[in-house]
């Protein structure tokens, strides 16, 4: 058994609301300087730059996990994650069908920008990536699920897309395997006030948007490496991830 130090929700130069600067092989390069060994990159309705923050994080020797932060059609940030790089790409085409296509206004959301492991622009989303999809939350685990992944709701001690903060509460159904906080200090109240919450995977991460905001090596996770492999650890990680709390 090994520590691991993580952070699963990252934003790349893909989503309009991040820096232009982070891209995959800036991020990969940021998380080796801050001590994270586990990294998943979580880009709004998209998982496009994947393919590049895998080949930098291998660069790097940073285990890359392919993800998504989702947004449902109530306006809740689900994170997406998933244990292969294909199927995150297949549950990304899925994502696109099921988008509410809006032209983005570059001059006041930002670029969206697709890049390559070398730092290269080279396509764009054309699409504003924040906004709702037509997937709810009800739909969402099963058809993460369908893809081989796992999904749980991002930032739930946030007010903006925070589950909590637009259903009032932290539902019964569907039932999600984790949850995901911002402010480690907050996991105390929540479980306090809602105990549904005891029984999940409590999961911290940063929500980086820009790569100061990549926080130093803090939230870890116990995993077996026995015959370690990124492939292995990936495995682990999502083992441990399924488990209850």
């Not at 691991?4 to 600067?21: G, R, V």
Request: proline share 5%; with cysteine; charged share 25%.
């Amino acid at each position: 058994m090994s520590k691991y130090y993580y952070d699963l929700h990252i934003h790349s130069c893909l989503s309009p609301c991040a820096d232009n600067d982070m891209t995959p092989a800036n991020i990969a390069g940021t998380a080796t300087l801050a001590g994270i060994q586990i990294m998943a990159l979580t880009d709004h309705n998209s998982v496009k730059n994947c393919p590049a923050f895998y080949k930098a994080c291998k660069k790097y020797g940073v285990i890359p996990v392919a993800g998504m932060e989702l947004t449902t059609a109530e306006d809740i940030h689900v994170v997406c994650l998933f244990e292969d790089l294909d199927n995150a790409l297949a549950f990304g085409e899925e994502v696109d069908s099921k988008r509410v296509l809006i032209p983005n206004r570059v001059d006041i959301f930002g670029d969206q920008l697709i890049m390559d492991d070398e730092e290269n622009v080279i396509g764009t989303d054309a699409n504003m990536l924040p906004n709702a999809t037509e997937i709810t939350v009800d739909e969402a685990p099963s058809i993460v699920k369908k893809y081989g992944g796992i999904c749980y709701p991002a930032h739930i001690d946030r007010q903006a897309n925070g589950i909590i903060a637009v259903l009032g509460t932290f539902p019964e159904s569907p039932v999600f395997c984790c949850a995901e906080l911002h402010d480690k200090e907050k996991i105390g109240p929540h479980l306090e006030k809602y105990p549904i919450l005891r029984d999940k995977q409590i999961v911290i991460s940063s929500d980086a948007h820009y790569l100061w905001d990549i926080r130093d090596a803090d939230a870890s996770f116990e995993l077996d490496d026995e015959n370690y492999s990124s492939a292995l650890v990936r495995k682990r990680l999502f083992e441990k991830l399924r488990q209850e709390g």
